[in-house]
């Protein structure tokens, strides 16, 4: 089953770095209360097109912020069994909650990808997540990490993200 769990968490990990990556995504007019701030190697970044929205009839949590298509952190909390609660999340908790957490930016046209996930080989990884609030039309919490990028065995790049705030309405399934 763990076997099961970690295959569906690679294949949902695929999905997002290869969906919604697009220059044309255009800001819908809801940013207004929906943001995703974060310190990015010590760099404050503020996402302007911010969404969130249940997968899996609401085992899955993803949240997303992208700055005009050149950069996203996104992060999605997987349950097999239950929904989402507040609370707080991290890879290496005793929950059963895996976390996916990723930072994308372009970098001479080629898209560049930093990630999170319970049960990586890389011991630099980390992700704290605290959902303060939520329900079924929105979310609001904080996080922080260190992201890898990696190649094989080998780790080829960190990424570390602190002071990260977000809050957006919840789009269903």
Same mark, same amino acid.
């Given at each position: 089953?763990?076997?099961?769990?970690?295959? #569906?968490?690679?294949?949902?990990? *695929?999905?997002? *770095?290869?969906?919604?990556?697009? @220059?044309?995504?255009?800001?819908?007019?809801?940013?207004?209360?929906?943001? *995703? @701030?974060?310190?990015?190697?010590? @760099?404050?970044?503020?996402?302007?097109? $911010?969404? #969130?929205?249940?997968?899996?009839?609401?085992?899955?949590?993803?949240?997303?912020?992208?700055?005009?298509?050149?950069?996203?952190?996104?992060?999605?909390?997987?349950?097999?069994?239950?929904?989402?609660?507040?609370?707080?999340?991290?890879?290496?908790?005793?929950?059963?909650?895996?976390?996916?957490?990723?930072?994308?930016? *372009?970098?001479?046209? #080629?898209?560049?990808?930093?990630?999170?996930?319970?049960?990586?080989?890389?011991?630099?990884?980390?992700?704290?997540?605290?959902?303060?609030?939520?329900?079924?039309?929105? $979310?609001?919490?904080?996080?922080?990490?260190?992201?890898?990028?990696?190649?094989?065995?080998?780790?080829?790049?960190?990424?570390?993200?602190?002071?990260?705030?977000?809050?957006?309405? $919840? @789009?269903?399934?």
């Amino acid at each position: 089953m763990t076997t099961k769990f970690f295959s #569906a968490s690679l294949v949902l990990l *695929l999905i997002v *770095l290869f969906s919604g990556c697009s @220059k044309t995504d255009e800001a819908t007019g809801e940013v207004g209360t929906n943001y *995703l @701030k974060v310190k990015i190697d010590g @760099k404050e970044k503020s996402f302007s097109d $911010v969404s #969130a929205r249940w997968v899996d009839a609401g085992n899955f949590l993803e949240v997303s912020g992208t700055d005009s298509g050149n950069e996203w952190v996104t992060f999605t909390v997987m349950s097999e069994s239950s929904r989402v609660p507040a609370g707080e999340y991290s890879l290496d908790d005793a929950s059963n909650f895996t976390i996916v957490s990723i930072y994308s930016i *372009l970098k001479d046209n #080629a898209q560049v990808n930093f990630a999170a996930t319970r049960g990586t080989l890389a011991p630099e990884d980390a992700f704290v997540l605290k959902i303060d609030k939520i329900d079924n039309v929105s $979310v609001k919490g904080s996080f922080s990490a260190a992201l890898v990028r990696v190649e094989g065995l080998n780790t080829l790049g960190t990424v570390t993200l602190t002071e990260g705030e977000f809050q957006s309405a $919840v @789009k269903p399934n």
